[in-house]
């Protein structure tokens, strides 16, 4: 079992974690809403729908595609390209020809996708399965002026769940819908593994900024006994005072991936996030407003958290922004203490919370069987009552 000075150190450090793991998380959400996250994963899962994979394409990739929108040039081209120039797609991404939404349900995309199979010159009364056919034996899809190739892979998945369906329109329908589902499923993963890989650089900036070398924090916690005392009465304070923090990150996460799934940021570049919008278009405008409370809200967040707990931290430890004066002997070795607490940091709050409350729990614990030990082995007195006379004796 651990002694009580390692259990200390280790309270000590996993609170640390604790407090920049909020900050990064807090922090992540700020840039996931300035950048738009949810359209960006949502338009690369219709893409790897709709195109042949990118057998080239890097985690690196993926993430720089988060923060940088890709240029094209010249005319649609891709089967991708044609279902967000469909205007169904338009409207959902309130009428900006560059926006694009951050959600849709499966049967959006069933619709637009059939609508691109069928073509836009379709007539009441037409053979639509017939139209669906022509489509997939031509290997194209057209939607006004816009005519794309269907690549090959995506070809072949679209043949065969139309032959499971029969040529039946309805049925076909619900297939392309419970791909869609699946498809959605995974995207939620890329979108946390996405996040997991931004908070680790995340992490690092902040260790560094603030100079949170876990090498050198668990020095000073092991040499002073004091300072142990100090960070762990922090911890036990935190920990009364935010009894179900998990449930509220779990809350502000839920809220935040509503707001994010509700509003579209294709106007919210990365060099300008708050850029001036149309102020005639009312709901433009209005989503304009709430980005700004949002980015607010969350700003507010952080620098409450820094000025409260993370000051009174860094105080103790005699950490923060301008504690570290760069030496060539020392910057590797603090190089590392920074990655060590990067990588802490992208486990995320909620995993350092829980484990910061059974810490508490088992340290607790060890405080009351020693203070039960100690009752037992300290001598006491018995009375015994001889011919009216009282004698005490002394039992170990």
Do not use: C
């Not at 005319?75 to 469909?86: A, I, L, Q, R």
């Not at 997991?196 to 992490?203: A, D, P, R, S």
Request: no cysteine.
């Amino acid at each position: 079992m651990l002694n009580s000075i390692v259990l200390d150190v280790v309270i000590g450090l996993v609170f640390i974690y604790l407090l920049y793991s909020l900050l990064a998380t807090t922090i992540q959400e700020i840039i996931a809403t300035n950048f738009g996250f949810r359209s960006k994963i949502l338009e690369r899962a219709i893409f790897r729908m709709l195109e042949d994979e990118d057998k080239s394409e890097t985690r690196f990739k993926t993430v720089f595609d988060l923060f940088w929108k890709r240029k094209k040039s010249g005319v649609v081209k891709t089967t991708s390209d044609g279902f967000y120039e469909h205007p169904l797609m338009k409207f959902l991404g309130e009428n900006k020809r560059n926006s694009k939404p951050a959600y849709i349900d499966k049967e959006t995309f069933s619709k637009v996708f059939i609508d691109l199979l069928r073509g836009d010159q379709v007539l009441p009364g037409d053979d639509i399965k017939l139209l669906i056919q022509n489509a997939l034996t031509n290997k194209t899809t057209k939607w006004g002026k816009v005519t794309t190739k269907i690549s090959d892979e995506t070809l072949s998945y679209i043949n065969s769940i139309w032959v499971d369906a029969q040529g039946d329109v309805d049925k076909f329908k619900v297939y392309l819908e419970n791909w869609f589902d699946a498809t959605m499923e995974r995207a939620t993963g890329w979108y946390k593994k996405n996040i997991q890989f931004i908070l680790l650089f995340i992490g690092l900036g902040i260790a560094i900024v603030f100079n949170v070398d876990t090498i050198e924090i668990v020095k000073k916690l092991e040499k002073d006994p004091k300072l142990r005392e100090q960070l762990v009465q922090q911890a036990d304070a935190f920990v009364n005072a935010n009894p179900d923090l998990d449930k509220k990150l779990l809350t502000q996460k839920n809220e935040n991936e509503k707001f994010l799934a509700k509003y579209t940021k294709e106007e919210i570049k990365s060099n300008d996030s708050l850029k001036k919008i149309n102020s005639e278009d009312s709901l433009n405008l209005q989503n304009y407003k709430d980005l700004q409370a949002r980015r607010d809200t969350l700003i507010n967040r952080a620098d409450s958290l820094i000025k409260t707990d993370i000051s009174k931290a860094n105080d103790v430890l005699g950490i923060g922004i301008n504690t570290y004066k760069f030496k060539w002997e020392t910057f590797f070795k603090s190089l590392l203490g920074w990655f060590i607490t990067a990588i802490a940091i992208s486990l995320g709050a909620p995993f350092w919370f829980d484990l910061l409350n059974k810490l508490m729990q088992l340290r607790s614990a060890r405080k009351d069987s020693g203070s039960t030990n100690s009752m037992e082995a300290k001598p006491q007195s018995i009375t015994v009552n001889l011919n009216n006379k009282t004698s005490e004796e002394a039992v170990g």
